[in-house]
């Protein structure tokens, strides 16, 4: 498979605890980004990487989100202290030029 | 700010009708883009407009796009079952999408 690819795709973890989720982009794919959704909503933007520079962040995060994309390959999207309102999809898209190609998400329940 | 409306919210339509979602957006912007979104799918691709005046088809699904009315819309010719699902519309501001909120279309038999 030669999509993008995210893991896991479920996460069930209890209020205060720390998850991590992983994205695979597509391999010629330079820039990568992160979004989340909500039930009945569109994709709200969180951050976006250019090859390992993290170029943008969303005024809307909190503190307790931070991102990598180390040797600008895959990246790691990390909720610190996760709070009910966290629960939510998150997906992971990769572009090469001017079309968004999205991950399979990853399925996030606070407790 | 940059905002994109999508209307309908809601559509339920019968099989074999026409319908049109409208997909407008409030600043300048070249590049819009049409997703489909199943249940507790992620998002899938379905047109990329890259200019004014580009219109694209693919099976029953036609999308257009005009720079100077800041407006695209998705036509549903003659809908079967299968186009159910919720249809986003997004333009592309610098490095990122911004998103409408979706329509939800059912299509009855």
């Known amino acids: 498979d030669t999509g993008v690819s995210q893991d896991p795709r479920h996460k069930i973890t209890k209020r205060g605890q720390n998850v991590t989720f992983r994205c695979d982009p597509i391999?010629?794919?330079?820039?990568l980004y992160w979004y989340r959704q909500t039930l009945g909503q569109g994709p709200e933007f969180l951050t976006y990487f250019q090859n390992e520079a993290q170029l943008e962040k969303s005024r809307l995060l909190s503190d307790r989100f931070s991102a990598e994309r180390p040797k600008g390959s895959f990246s790691t999207l990390e909720i610190q202290r996760t709070e009910q309102g966290d629960s939510a999809m998150y997906l992971c898209?990769?572009?090469?030029?001017?079309?968004?190609?999205f991950g399979p998400g990853t399925r996030l329940t606070v407790l | 700010e940059l905002k994109v409306e999508q209307n309908p919210l809601f559509l339920s339509m019968q099989e074999g009708k026409n319908y049109t979602i409208y997909c407008n957006y409030s600043t300048t912007s070249d590049r819009l883009y049409w997703y489909r979104q199943d249940p507790g799918k992620s998002l899938e691709s379905l047109f990329v407009?890259?200019?004014n005046g580009a219109v694209k088809q693919e099976g029953r699904l036609m999308a257009s796009l005009d720079t100077k009315a800041r407006l695209s819309t998705l036509h549903i010719t003659a809908a079967v079952h299968d186009l159910s699902a919720t249809y986003f519309c997004?333009?592309?501001?610098?490095?990122?999408?911004?998103w409408g909120a979706g329509t939800k279309l059912i299509i009855k038999p």
């Open positions: 997004a333009v592309d501001s610098n490095y990122q999408l911004i």
């Open positions: 898209a990769s572009r090469a030029r001017w079309e968004q190609f």
């Open positions: 391999s010629e794919h330079n820039r």
């Open positions: 407009l890259l200019s």
